[in-house]
């Protein structure tokens, strides 16, 4: 039976936490999470990542029934992100105050030893093989990242660049978004990690993977977050952890 564990911090600097999760584990025993981190204005960033959050789990909890194949499972996440993408733009046009408002998103439903990942945006989803190895499983939609593929810049100036923070997708910003969409084995010793840049720009793969070593994923998820902060922890954070 999979096991969901998740937390998120405001963090120590910001005033609110513009970051949002949800998941749970249906009666097959497939699971399911959803996390965003919104951006734009005073509240913005908490409407967006409400209303992504809020419609994409309510389409996977309407939507989603036993023996859904690969490509069903696809289209339904992927779908979900759409709705709600649109939703989002429409109400940052109806209102001044939230426009430019948008959020980053990751998707995640394992099922039948799949792991199934779409998302837009710097949110990240790790695969940790225990005791073996762990992998991106996202690539981040940034302007940094872009630099980095580009050969401008290394991963390491990546992480100290003044204009990490500036994301190429979000949710919202546009009518059409584009998403990126993976599938991967899911064995029994494998942890699925979700989060938020407010984790992944302090905390990184060598550490989360030390961490799944030493600890079960409810101690990890706590730990990690806790690590984020001791480290500065200047953005909100979320971490959510999927186990066998």
Known sequence: MLKIFSKSDIGLVRHSNQDACKSGVFSDGSAWAVVCDGMGGANGGNVAS??????????????YHEGMTDNS??????????????????????????????????????????????????????????????????????????????????????????????????LGVESSIQIDYCENEFSSDCLLLICTDGLSNYVDAEQIFDFSGKMDAESMTDQLVMLAKNGGGSDNITVVTIEN
């Open 73 to 170: 499972i696809k289209n339904l996440i992927t779908s979900a992100i759409y709705n709600a993408n649109l939703t989002i733009h429409e109400k940052a046009l109806d209102d001044s105050s939230l426009s430019g408002m948008g959020t980053t998103v990751v998707v995640a439903m394992i099922n039948g030893g799949i792991a199934h990942i779409a998302h837009a945006g710097d949110s990240r989803a790790y695969l940790i093989t225990l005791n073996d190895s762990i992998k991106q499983l996202t690539t981040d939609h940034s302007m940094v990242q872009e630099m980095v593929n580009n050969g401008d810049i290394t991963e390491q100036q990546a992480k100290k660049h003044p204009q990490k923070n500036i994301i190429t997708r979000a």
């Open 50 to 63: 409400g209303i992504a959050v809020d419609m994409i789990s309510k389409q996977i909890l309407s939507s």
